[in-house]
């Protein structure tokens, strides 16, 4: 959902469909590259933003995500492959085996009814889970939100999908796991998720999980139960907005279960068509089910606002400088002395562009 386009329809966010491709015959290729420079007020030891995987080193001049989008589309048959590269994938595909870490998405569809245009589509897809994928261009602030960040960006296996109506689509999910995609037990998930358009100007999205999470690296982990709840508003006028509300819930042989949930809002003026400003504030709680604070601290509980200064360069190029404090009532955070500290200040530079 660019801050800058009106569009006859508003974009679902949690896909990766945006990129422009060059088509020829059948086969379309595009391409994408988000360069990024961090600064965090903190600077941590090791490098690495702590709590993320997306624009997360500190200090340096780097690529967050660089990838080549090969397509084929006939009337009963499509495919999609994306081999990637960047700090992203380095961070969030680093327990994947062999090239494995590199695949954004590989996948094949076919298409089982004409009549009612329903699709199977099988692989590595994109995640439908939160309003934020990792494709920063398609997002009113550069980076990412608490919320995407834990949650899977990808899954591996069978995605249905079926049109109930005008405004309604359902997607059902057979997944190999949460975010991998070689599997990590025996067991499959499930995920539901179910989109709705009133209108052209909002999107309402309701996504569901149910996994058994046990795996060699948590061997005390049993059923996980997430829903996921978002909204996206862009009429193509100078006011567009998100939010995402999510829950979840991880069964532990262990201990008790743990639960997890965030909500937050981003909001984008624009001042022309080559100028605006998003911002956002957000609110993310966690008991131990995903994660733990980098200071010893049970859990992970925090809050942050931001905001974002974006220039339209060109119709395929993005200029961005974003400024975000993340605040917490617990030491969850280590300052520049490396002493447990309530939060940290982030400041980060991007130029993307996509063809």
Not at 157 to 164: A, C, E, Q, Y
Not at 245 to 266: P, R, V
Request: hydrophobic letters at 35%.
């Amino acid at each position: 959902m660019m801050p800058f386009l009106a569009t006859a329809q508003v974009v679902n966010t949690a896909t990766m469909d945006t990129v422009e491709t060059t088509v020829i015959g059948r086969v379309g290729i595009g391409g994408y590259v988000d360069s990024y420079y961090s600064y965090n007020f903190n600077k941590p030891v090791d490098g690495v933003n702590p709590y993320f995987v997306s624009s997360a080193r500190n200090n340096e001049f780097t690529i967050n995500l660089a990838y080549v989008d090969i397509r084929y589309r006939s009337k009963y048959m499509r495919a999609r492959f994306v081999p990637g590269f960047g700090t992203y994938m380095d961070a969030n595909y680093k327990n994947e085996p062999g090239s494995l870490k590199n695949m954004v998405e590989a996948n094949v569809g076919v298409l089982v009814s004409e009549k009612r245009k329903i699709w199977l589509d099988v692989g590595v897809l994109g995640s439908p889970y939160t309003n934020e994928s990792a494709i920063s261009k398609d997002h009113l602030m550069y980076t990412r939100s608490f919320a995407p960040e834990n949650v899977p960006y990808y899954v591996t296996g069978i995605k249905l999908s079926v049109p109930l109506s005008s405004k309604i689509n359902a997607y059902l999910y057979i997944m190999n796991g949460w975010q991998v995609i070689q599997d990590n037990n025996d067991g499959k998930s499930v995920g539901t998720q179910l989109e709705y358009r009133p209108n052209k100007t909002m999107l309402f999205n309701w996504n569901t999980y149910i996994g058994d999470e046990r795996s060699a690296q948590h061997l005390d982990f049993r059923m996980r139960y997430f829903n996921d709840f978002y909204w996206i508003f862009n009429n193509g006028g100078k006011f567009s907005a998100t939010s995402c509300f999510y829950f979840g819930y991880q069964q532990k042989a262990t201990s008790s279960t743990a639960s997890w949930w965030t909500a937050n809002f981003i909001g984008n003026y624009a001042f022309n068509e080559s100028v605006s400003l998003s911002g956002r504030i957000e609110y993310y709680d966690d008991n131990g089910a995903l994660l733990n604070s980098i200071t010893g601290t049970p859990g992970f509980k925090a809050a942050s606002a931001g905001t974002c200064l974006n220039f339209k360069l060109h119709r395929l190029a993005l200029l961005r400088f974003e400024a975000r404090r993340f605040f917490s009532a617990e030491n969850v955070y280590l300052d520049a002395n490396q002493s447990p500290s309530k939060g940290a200040t982030l400041l980060v530079g991007s130029l993307t562009a996509w063809f």
